[in-house]
């Protein structure tokens, strides 16, 4: 019988074109017929916006967004902490404003029911943000222009940054940036749900930045033939490359430390996991990025455990996994920060049903890094 995450992986196979099998085509037929539509009110919406009957709001800040035309992980979140740092250096007040994955409206620098862990409250992306830029006030929910009002209003910022914002319209904004996946970057050509595009491609004329990123994993070919399809639908547009660095790792748990278990953490060196067998976890957007992450580090994968994005833990998977490292004789797993985030209070929940697990669980951090032309990336930021 298919499960909620069989099902979901065999859509993807198919918005990929990575099924081709007789079942497989036949799916791929209705789905187009929604794609398209899905392309006709995307027309509607941008003919109703161009003639101002659907009304953008333009706020007293400079307004960035960080987005991407395709669905699934580019790395936006590494690259929205990216641009908020550079900010942060040139002594801005920011904000960012971000959808949330599932929440309702809420502002995470001023929210805090003590009761829930953070990412219950406003999402896992926002509360990553929030423990990796406690500086700057996070506001979370669907009402972007609301909240921009309210971060310029009484928070004082001068720049928002628009999470997740290229597809959002309501809210007018002075800098696009793109973040395109170097190994895939547009898919088949189609759009949702028949392929991965989150609208047609033609559109990234409205963008003025992009950043290819994960350029590690991919050919010099592949990267020039990106660039070569940006310019040719965005002539004028500044292209950059970058990859995703492991620049921390802490471990969160262990099973044979108490204080561990009581809220602190053990930063270790980033060579602690050479040549260490481990287990890998992770329900992020590129689960297979992570994975060589890690082998950039030297670990020994053993096994690993893909979850979808945005995966809600519970203690099922908190045994799987156990059960997975007795099989495996593994008794360190390794996570990505945005997994710890909701796998550590978890542990904390079940404490003394972890304490017969003897597991040690790290998490392991990335950064950003524009890998050519940063000191122009940071002069058309900062441009006023």
Not at 12 to 29: C, E, G, H, P, Q
Not at 90 to 106: C, D, F, P
Not at 203 to 223: G, L, Y
Not at 296 to 311: N, P, R
């Amino acid at each position: 019988m298919l499960n909620q995450k069989s099902i979901r992986e065999y859509m993807y196979s198919l918005m990929t074109d990575r099924r081709n099998d007789f079942i497989a085509s036949i799916f791929k037929y209705p789905l187009l017929f929604v794609s398209l539509l899905y392309l006709a009110v995307l027309k509607i919406t941008f003919l109703l916006r161009q003639n101002g009957i659907l009304p953008t709001t333009y706020l007293n800040a400079k307004v960035i967004s960080v987005g991407n035309i395709t669905f699934g992980g580019t790395g936006k979140t590494p690259l929205v902490e990216f641009v908020s740092r550079i900010l942060l250096d040139s002594n801005k007040k920011v904000a960012i404003l971000t959808r949330g994955y599932k929440i309702a409206s809420k502002d995470i620098s001023r929210s805090g029911n003590k009761n829930r862990p953070l990412f219950e409250e406003i999402g896992d992306e926002p509360a990553l943000l929030r423990m990796k830029l406690p500086q700057i006030d996070v506001l979370v929910g669907p009402d972007r222009v609301n909240n921009g009002r309210t971060a310029v209003s009484k928070s004082g910022a001068d720049v928002l940054i628009l999470d997740d914002g290229f597809q959002y319209w309501p809210l007018s904004r002075d800098i696009d940036i793109l973040a395109i996946d170097a190994k895939n970057p547009f898919g088949n050509g189609m759009l949702l749900p028949r392929g991965i595009l989150r609208e047609p491609i033609e559109n990234m004329n409205r963008a003025s930045i992009f950043v290819i990123t994960k350029i590690d994993v991919a050919t010099q070919e592949q990267i020039n033939d990106i660039k070569s399809k940006i310019k040719s639908i965005n002539p004028a547009a500044f292209i950059f490359t970058a990859v995703h660095k492991p620049e921390s790792m802490v471990e969160f748990a262990n099973s044979q430390k108490l204080d561990a278990l009581a809220g602190a953490e053990n930063n270790l060196d980033l060579g602690f996991i050479k040549g260490k067998e481990i287990l890998t976890v992770s329900g992020i957007g590129d689960n297979e990025y992570f994975l060589n992450t890690l082998k950039s580090l030297g670990a020994v994968i053993k096994e690993s455990i893909f979850y979808q994005d945005h995966h809600p833990y519970s203690f099922g998977d908190l045994e799987y996994i156990a059960n997975t490292c007795r099989q495996t004789g593994v008794r360190t797993i390794i996570v990505t920060e945005k997994d710890m985030i909701k796998i550590k209070p978890l542990i904390h929940r079940h404490l003394l049903a972890f304490e017969s697990f003897q597991l040690q669980f790290l998490a392991v951090g990335v950064k950003l890094e524009i890998t050519e032309n940063l000191g122009k990336f940071k002069e058309l930021i900062l441009v006023k």
